[in-house]
Structures are given as structure tokens and as C-alpha cells.
């Protein structure tokens, strides 16, 4: 089945600098790649997604890019504020089901 | 438009009991996939249910079951409930099958005790 890493587990930034969460795939076969943020107390929340027939994907200050022969994709948060703290998944789909990466932890400093 | 909507948000159970949670999904959308969340474990599928039928199921014994009623809305039932199943369950919303994009509910928190 499909394995999907993420990296780093927890990720501290100054609010204003940049957030790069990246993920690996195992399965070739994939072909839709989902990013979710999960707030204490909450379900995880659909932020952006891309699928495998597309490189790179904006909204606003954040972007995912994909590469699909190196199977990893990335998630760029920018000018990050205190409200993006939170945590971080990201999920690959090569049908019915979203594999999901262990997370990642990200506090943005005032 | 409302969204994904799980009751109970919390429950307490003791070891050998049984549960049902409840999944209305958003209007519209005909298939729900169910998940379980551990720290230990991360987010791990369940099941799919598309058009009142079971698609696919996780690796999870039998113990963990669903169903799917006509109008969208989803059950799962857990029985001889056993202290590992306490999770946070998510169901997940979708407008199709396949890739599209699932919209989560809060969740239900089980506590097995």
C-alpha cells in the first residue's frame, strides 16, 4: 500500500519568514495529493491540493509543488502568522482512500 | 451551506461495550470515508461508503462496522470496545469517489475505559 513520509515532525518559525513542509510518496499510482491543517479540538481542514498532471499550485501565501518522478511534494507557507500555527498533514490518493503523513507541528513566534 | 457533521463530539465507554457514531455529510455529497486518529497511529482509513455500499475497507478487525443510509448520512459501530480503540473517529465528505476533494467533520473522541 501506499506510504507517504513527512518531514520535519515539528517545524518553529519567526512570524513573517517562510514554512517548507515536505512529503514523500511510495506509490506511483497516486495521483492526488491533499493538504490539511488540523487546529486543537478540530477536524483537519482542506488548505490546498494538487493533482500529478500539475507542478505547482498557489493560493495566496501558500503553494504545494509536486514532482512526480522524484514522488514528493511540498507545502510553502509564506509571510506566516500566528493563526497558521497548527498541525500540518499532508495525504496522497491514488483512489478511495487519503494515506496520510505523521504531521507536523508548526508554532509561528510573534 | 452546512458541513460535515459528527455526533456525539464525545463519549466515554467501558471495555466491552459497544458505540455507534453518527456522520451526516454535506449536502449533495454521496460518499463518506470514515477515520481513525491516534497519536500513536496517525489517521488511518477505515471505510468507504459510496451509494449505501461499503467500497473499501481498512485494516481493522471485525469488530468496526458502517453503514450508509439513502439519504448520505453514515453510522459506524464499534463492538467489545477494547482500550485501543480510544481515538478521535473523522468522517470525511465527499461530492464523488475517487480523488476528489474530502471535507472532514470535528470528530468523535471515544474514550475507552
Known amino acids: 500500500g501506499e506510504n507517504v513520509e513527512q518531514h520535519p515532525s515539528t517545524l518553529s518559525v519567526q512570524e513573517g519568514d517562510s514554512a517548507v513542509i515536505k512529503c514523500t510518496y511510495s506509490?506511483?499510482?497516486?495521483?492526488?495529493f491533499p493538504w490539511y491543517k488540523q487546529e486543537l479540538g478540530k477536524g483537519p481542514q482542506l488548505i490546498i491540493d494538487?493533482?500529478?498532471?500539475?507542478g505547482e499550485k498557489k493560493d495566496q501565501r501558500i503553494a504545494v509543488t509536486l514532482n512526480k518522478t522524484a514522488k514528493h511534494f511540498s507545502l510553502h507557507i509564506t509571510e506566516t502568522q500566528p493563526e497558521d500555527s497548527a498541525v500540518y498533514f499532508c495525504?496522497?490518493?491514488?483512489?478511495?482512500?487519503?494515506?496520510f503523513g505523521a504531521g507536523t507541528t508548526v508554532t509561528v513566534r510573534a | 451551506k452546512a458541513g460535515v457533521t459528527q455526533t456525539p463530539r464525545y463519549l466515554i465507554k467501558t471495555r466491552g461495550q459497544q458505540v455507534t457514531l453518527s456522520c451526516s455529510p454535506i449536502?449533495?455529497?454521496?460518499?463518506v470515508s470514515w477515520y481513525q486518529q491516534t497519536p500513536g497511529q496517525g489517521l488511518q482509513f477505515l471505510f468507504e461508503?459510496?451509494?449505501?455500499?461499503?467500497?473499501n475497507k481498512g485494516n481493522f478487525p471485525g469488530r468496526f462496522s458502517g453503514r450508509q443510509f439513502s439519504n448520505s448520512r453514515s453510522e459506524m459501530n464499534v463492538s467489545t470496545l477494547e482500550l485501543g480503540d480510544s481515538a478521535l473517529y473523522l468522517c470525511?465528505?465527499?461530492?464523488?469517489?475517487?480523488?476528489?476533494?474530502?471535507?472532514f467533520g470535528q470528530g468523535t473522541r471515544l474514550t475507552v475505559v
Open positions: 470525511a465528505s465527499s461530492l464523488a469517489r475517487l480523488n476528489t476533494e474530502a471535507f
Open positions: 506509490d506511483s499510482a497516486s495521483n492526488y
Open positions: 494538487i493533482r500529478s498532471n500539475v
Open positions: 495525504a496522497a490518493s491514488n483512489d478511495y482512500k487519503l494515506s
Open positions: 449536502s449533495g455529497h454521496r460518499s
Open positions: 461508503y459510496f451509494s449505501e455500499t461499503q467500497r
